[in-house]
Each structure stands twice: as C-alpha cells, then as structure tokens.
C-alpha cells in the first residue's frame, strides 16, 4: 500500500508539473480536456481531402485559410468554431485542429479582413500567423 501511494503521488505530481508548463491564462474554464502538441499552422499544408470535403457543396464564395499557432485542444477548436459561427458574414467553417488551420467560407462579396479574423482569434487564446484567401 505504501508503495502504491508513492506511485500515485510521482503520478500527481508529474501531471500538475506538466500543467504548469502550459499557458492556460487564454482559456476561461476549460478543466478536464486533454492537451496535445501545440501546432504552427503556417508551417503545415491544407489537408487536400479536408479542403475538397469543406467545398464540396459551396459556389460563389472566398475562402480564408488561417494559419493558427496554439491550438493544443479540442476545446480550442471549438471555440473558434463558436466565435465565427456568431458572425453572419460566415456561411461555413472548419478547424483542423492537428493541421493548424482554420477554413472560413464567406460571401464573395465580403471584405475578408486578417486584422479582424486575428482579432477574433485571439479572443479565444490562439494567434493566426497568416491569411490565404481563395475564391471559387
């Protein structure tokens, strides 16, 4: 018994060492969900299956791909998800989470601002380092 708790106490302490690692001051309350590997979009490619499946049903519209640095959740993805689902302008979007990326359709007629797609991003606690925009 003495050994196990021993054990559980290594365990415990290793865990909340690990967490002390990671900058949670961006999130609010998000206990529970598990961190990966932080990804830099901008240093990744679009997954080309991804893109085609995001497109598949969309004509007459630009898409922005957002290269995003400090997603390490599902929770993160998430939230961007939320944040740019509120703005009407967005007609479809998709986060690729292990990618860094993140694929915004908008009306071809909008003004696609990286200043204000940074801006919302940074709300959730991530950076996008970079902005392509397509259109078909």
Known sequence: MKILTIILST???S???ADQSIDHSHHDNHEGHIHEQMVDGKHLEVDA???DNFIIDLSDTQIAVVSVKGMVCDFCA????KTFKKDRDVRKIDVDLRGGKVLIAYDKNKQ???DEIR????ANGQDAT???VLSI
């Open 15 to 17: 865990i909340s060492m």
């Open 112 to 114: 696609i601002s990286f």
């Open 119 to 122: 801006k919302m991003i940074l």
């Open 78 to 81: 998430r939230g961007i998800e």
């Open 49 to 51: 299956i991804r893109f």
């Open 130 to 132: 970079d902005l392509q």
């Open 11 to 13: 365990f415990v302490f």
